[in-house]
Every structure is written in C-alpha cells, then in structure tokens.
C-alpha cells in the first residue's frame, strides 16, 4: 500500500507561472479547494481557495503567492498511513508525493487514504478497538491473538506504531470483532498486556465525518 499506487491524476498541478484566476477556475472544474503548486517538476505548497479569495487579485501569479502545506510531502514509497500522518499533522487536505529525486509525482487526497486504509484494516466493520503498550521484544501477534480467542473473538487487524509517551515501546492497535470488550480487556491484563485504551462502535459507520473520526482513533492521529 504504498503512497504512489493512491495518486489522483485528476489534480493537475500549478505552475509559478500561472495567475490565481487559473487555481480558482480549476477548483471548480474539479470540485476541490485545494490544488498543489510546482515549481520546475519540484513541489512548492498548495493553493487554496481561501488563498485566492483573500487575494482579491486575479491576475497575481502564483510564484509571489504564500502557499501552504509545503511540508505536506511523502516519497513515494511510503505506506499509505504516512500519507494520513502528514496530511492529519499539516491540516491539508492532499499529501504531495516525490520520488527518490525529490521531484513531484502528483498528490494522495485524504478521501482517497483514507478509502485505502479503512478497506485494508477492517475499521468499517462493527467491533471494538484495543491499544497495547510493549516493548518489541514482547509482540507476538500471534500470542495476542490467542488470549483474544480464548474470549471467542477475533483479531480482524492489527496496526503496530511507536508510544509517543515512551519511546522504548510500541503500541499496538487491535481492530476485534466484538463490541463488548470489557472481558477481553481483562483476559489480556490478566495475562500480563497493558491495554492503554479502547472504544467500541455499537453501530456502523455512517458519514464520511464518523468515517474520519473512527480512523483517527484507531490509528491515534
């Protein structure tokens, strides 16, 4: 799942060169308020419609223009989560992707990693949410799942990240086909796991917001 199999070739980029007017017509001939600018096959930040409305200047070319989400970039070869991460931590909607030169290869919506991410890790389906917290050394997703099924119920995915409140450790988040989760909890406590946070959904998803918001959690942006 890697950020340059999720490309949307239907955002054009802007040059430096183009004026202002030239982002507006596009936004809405794409339906969008973002588009991204580059610069000589390099990626410079994106342009949005609140951008062009503050503006008030048509004619103005992009070049002299201050963009936004400059950092907002993966290369190409990173997970699709590391296209929510940067999205979710410069608060733009689209991750501009590069190649190992450094020159841009088009952008990931988030819609569009989130679509991604959300069919690869089960999140849409009912059920809870576990997060552990352990030293690598402890996983085994295999010793996990068998304290879990000791409960009669399963590990529909796992994600593993890093335990920003101890760098020596991991989390790791357990999307679980159950929606009571109260037992499971303390049969992996009882074995020794520390479960440093879970929620459960009693009903599906429902909107693209709902939709968001449960992926935010699961993967703790």
């Known amino acids: 799942m890697r950020a340059i199999e999720f490309i949307n070739n239907l955002i054009p980029p802007l040059k430096f060169t183009d004026k202002v007017k030239l982002g507006l017509s596009w936004m809405e001939e794409i339906r969008t308020d973002i ?3 580059v610069d000589k096959g390099l990626f410079k930040g994106f342009i949005t419609d609140e951008i062009i409305y503050e503006l008030n200047d048509p004619e103005k ?4 223009v201050e ?11 990173r997970h699709i989560y590391d296209v929510l991460r940067v999205s979710s931590e410069n608060e733009v909607s689209m991750v501009a992707v590069l190649d ?10 988030q819609e569009g990693a989130i679509s991604a991410f959300t069919d690869s890790i089960s999140i849409q389906s009912q059920g809870g949410v576990l997060i552990l917290s352990m030293f690598m050394t402890d996983y085994s997703l295999y010793d996990i799942a ?4 000791s409960e009669n119920a399963k590990v529909l995915s796992s994600f593993i990240s890093d335990d920003p409140l101890d760098d020596s450790k991991i989390k790791v988040t357990l999307k679980i086909d159950q929606v009571e989760l109260r037992h499971i909890k303390a049969t992996l406590e009882r074995f020794g796991y520390k479960v440093i946070d879970h929620y459960q959904e009693e009903e599906g998803i429902n909107s693209d917001q709902d939709r968001l918001g449960n992926l935010m959690r699961f993967l703790d942006i």
Do not use: F, H, N
Request: aromatic letters at 4%; glycine letters at 10%.
């Open 35 to 37: 588009i991204p600018v």
């Open 61 to 64: 070319t992009l070049g002299i």
């Open 67 to 77: 963009l936004v989400g400059s950092a907002s970039i993966v290369q190409e070869d």
């Open 100 to 109: 190992k030169e450094l020159k841009y290869l088009g952008v990931v919506t």
């Open 146 to 149: 068998r304290v879990v099924e």
